[in-house]
């Protein structure tokens, strides 16, 4: 079992950047293979970002390639998203996943366990 606690979401104005974190419990949270998805309201929840469980491979959403930064710490067992130009669009409820193994995913059905999702408005 992996427990997963997202941080770090607020209100920015477009333009500005934000860092989430992901802080990970369980057996095998440092070596999962993570990923970020957002849900905006009346959407389906979407691909952002994902890690492999060694941090050797990432992969991005095109609409936030550039923009955006995945990131592991597997000695605090933490996963970070850094957001920079967020835009209004990027406006969502951001959710840490984690997939039993460690190859990247993009489909939210490939992960096991998630977080209960932290806020991100952009204002224009």
């Known amino acids: 079992q992996v427990q997963l606690v997202e941080s770090g979401g607020g209100l920015v104005q477009a333009g500005g950047s934000l860092r989430l974190s992901c802080a990970a419990a369980?057996?095998?949270?440092?070596?999962?293979?993570m990923g970020w998805f957002r849900q905006a309201p009346g959407k389906e929840r979407e691909f952002v970002a994902t890690?492999?469980?060694?941090?050797?491979?990432?992969g991005y959403a095109e609409s936030v390639k550039g923009r955006f930064t995945i990131s592991r710490d597997n000695a605090k067992s933490t996963v970070y998203l850094q957001m920079n130009s967020l835009q209004p669009e990027d406006t969502g409820n951001y959710y840490c996943?984690?997939?039993?193994?460690?190859?990247?995913?993009?489909?939210?059905?490939?992960?096991?366990?998630w977080g209960q999702g932290t806020q991100v408005t952009v204002s224009s």
């Open positions: 369980g057996r095998t949270a440092s070596s999962s293979a």
């Open positions: 890690i492999s469980g060694a941090g050797y491979s990432t």
């Open positions: 996943a984690a997939r039993r193994g460690v190859i990247t995913g993009r489909e939210p059905s490939q992960y096991d366990y």
